[in-house]
């Protein structure tokens, strides 16, 4: 089992997402049925404040929005990400873009709801991640992993990717064993369309 992958370089990391970001949207497939269900699985609705992490150009941003969530708050650690993001929703006062390390972040509020989409093999550790997610969260909130294609697709996909920005992601029965030391997990799904793992503090 993988839990932490000692080779990768944050710093490595950003410079990678920073070089791809400006041709990030022409690459970008969207399936909107798949996001459909990945947020429906983690009750994104009506009046809630949604932290999307590792939030790239904020492809997720109009979905959140077109379901009348009360806030957005977009971080990921890219420089020129988040300012791609940022100049796309800097007339809507719904969205707050933020450049930074989320493992080093101090929100000034709990979320209803956490998103991580398309991002997890870039984080070396699984548990710290969801460790310090879960403390962002309201009581009853929810956080969801999630990913628009298959496990076996996204490993596919990321293995001529140098080790020092990803690593592989993992049966969603073994990411739910170390969700569960700080949630309960309520939602897992494994299929040839899509990964998600959600779960809700108590």
């Avoid at 109009?62 to 100049?87: C, G, H, W």
């Avoid at 873009?97 to 984080?123: E, K, M, Q, S, T």
């Avoid at 997610?133 to 628009?148: F, K, N, Q, V």
């Avoid at 001529?160 to 799904?189: C, D, F, G």
């Amino acid at each position: 089992m993988v839990c932490y992958n000692k080779n990768m370089n944050k710093e490595k990391v950003r410079e990678f997402f920073n070089a791809m970001a400006d041709s990030w949207d022409q690459g970008m497939v969207i399936n909107e049925a798949v996001i459909k269900t990945i947020l429906d699985n983690v009750a994104v609705r009506e009046g809630i404040d949604v932290l999307d992490v590792a939030s790239g150009t904020g492809v997720l941003i109009p979905f959140y929005l077109s379901r009348n969530v009360r806030s957005v708050t977009a971080i990921d650690v890219s420089e020129r990400m988040s300012a791609i993001a940022a100049q796309k929703f800097s007339t809507n006062g719904q969205v707050r873009v933020i450049c930074a390390d989320v493992l080093g972040y101090l929100p000034d509020r709990l979320y209803d709801v956490i998103v991580v989409y398309n991002a997890l093999p870039h984080f070396p550790d699984d548990e710290q991640l969801i460790s310090a997610l879960s403390a962002m969260l309201e009581e009853g909130g929810r956080l969801t992993i999630a990913h628009g294609m298959s496990r076996e697709r996204i490993n596919e996909h990321h293995r001529n990717v140098s080790p020092e920005i990803r690593k592989p992601l993992k049966p969603v029965e073994e990411l739910a064993e170390i969700m569960a030391r700080h949630l309960q997990v309520e939602i897992t799904v494994s299929t040839d369309s899509m990964y998600q793992i959600v779960g809700r503090k108590l």
